[in-house]
């Protein structure tokens, strides 16, 4: 009888075994920002799917590709594009140099638009010479992205507040600031929930030619937030989904699960962010090629603890060096 029910054990773990979700983790952005939600989304579709995939939230894209290069449990991440162009541009640095070799391109998502929002008095990026302006927490895509927009249109602040969207938020609402940049596929959470027309603010454009000659144009349509009746001409980068370059088990484990993504696109688009609806998962990324581990696995046809002190990271040390 003892045997029996030993054997009965043995066999159930291991069934267990065979049958158990694979563990991959993502790394994504704020909690109320669209690389949280997108991570919610996948892992939602990949519970149906024998995944059992970690959402962690984080400070945004410098983080991120850091995180996915050195941390474990951590084979994937969503990042600025601006940001990956940045790790490859970087050839002096020999650390940036390997992070860049072992960053690989899972596909591309989305546009995320650069929101730039402020006092109803400003009319334009150009009048943010002399302002007080925040640029997001350091490690976030924004805080990049906002150094690069100054840096193209010799555009000058008065200083430049390194925070959070939240309590950047915040201090622009009590007059503290004059503005706030949020790189962010609309709708952006914060913002819908968060801002009111009693706040009297509004989103600032960024029609600077010397930035849009080197982003790519974008709008964000009237009433995407309630307080924002009129279209607001703007700057977008592209949202990118990378893994670590894997030789071994989790170079098949990423491939399955974009194979995952590819083949539930029609129910990440009726599920998940209304931003879903416009990924294109074969766009063409300059200077970055698809993982193998990801091409062999896809469809031949596709359709369409944030408290804790920031580790050192040499991609921000790069960034703080050369902006």
């Given at each position: 009888m003892k045997k029996i029910t030993l054997f009965a054990v043995l066999f159930w773990i291991f069934m267990s075994g065979i049958s158990s979700a694979t563990d991959?983790?993502?790394?994504?952005?704020?909690?109320?920002?669209?690389?949280?939600?997108?991570?919610?989304?996948?892992?939602?579709?990949?519970?149906?799917?024998?995944?059992?995939?970690?959402v962690y939230n984080s400070r945004g894209s410098v983080e991120n590709v850091y995180a996915v290069y050195k941390r474990p449990k951590t084979q994937m991440g969503i990042v600025q594009s601006d940001v990956l162009a940045f790790v490859l541009k970087i050839e002096t640095n020999a650390t940036l140099k390997h992070i860049a070799r072992k960053t690989k391109m899972?596909?591309?998502?989305?546009?995320?638009?650069i929101h730039l929002l402020g006092k109803k008095m400003i009319l334009s990026f150009d009048e943010l010479e002399g302002k007080t302006v925040a640029i997001g927490k350091e490690g976030s895509g924004s805080y990049l992205t906002s150094k690069l927009l100054f840096e193209v249109s010799g555009i000058k602040p008065k200083s430049l507040v390194t925070t959070g969207?939240?309590?950047?938020?915040?201090?622009?609402?009590?007059?503290?600031?004059?503005?706030?940049?949020?790189?962010?596929?609309?709708?952006?959470k914060l913002f819908s929930e968060d801002v009111s027309g009693n706040d009297e603010l509004h989103l600032i454009p960024i029609t600077n030619k010397s930035i849009t000659e080197f982003y790519p144009f974008a709008q964000i349509p009237p009433n995407t937030y309630s307080w924002q009746p009129e279209l607001v001409?703007?700057?977008?980068?592209?949202?990118?989904?990378i893994s670590f370059d894997f030789r071994r088990n989790n170079c098949d484990n990423v491939g399955k699960f974009a194979k995952v993504i590819y083949e539930n696109m029609n129910w990440l688009k009726q599920n998940g962010h209304p931003k879903w609806k416009s990924v294109d998962l074969d766009y063409p990324l300059k200077g970055w090629e698809q993982y193998d581990c990801v091409k062999k696995y896809r469809p031949s046809y596709s359709g369409g603890t944030l408290d804790a002190p920031m580790e050192k990271n040499p991609l921000l040390?790069?960034?703080k060096e050369i902006l």
């Open positions: 991959l983790g993502i790394m994504t952005g704020s909690k109320k920002g669209t690389y949280y939600q997108f991570g919610l989304n996948m892992m939602e579709l990949s519970k149906q799917h024998q995944f059992d995939l970690s899972v596909f591309p998502l989305y546009n995320e638009e969207a939240q309590a950047a938020l915040s201090q622009l609402k009590q007059g503290h600031i004059d503005a706030m940049f949020y790189v962010a596929g609309f709708p952006v001409d703007t700057v977008a980068v592209k949202a990118v989904l040390d790069a960034i």
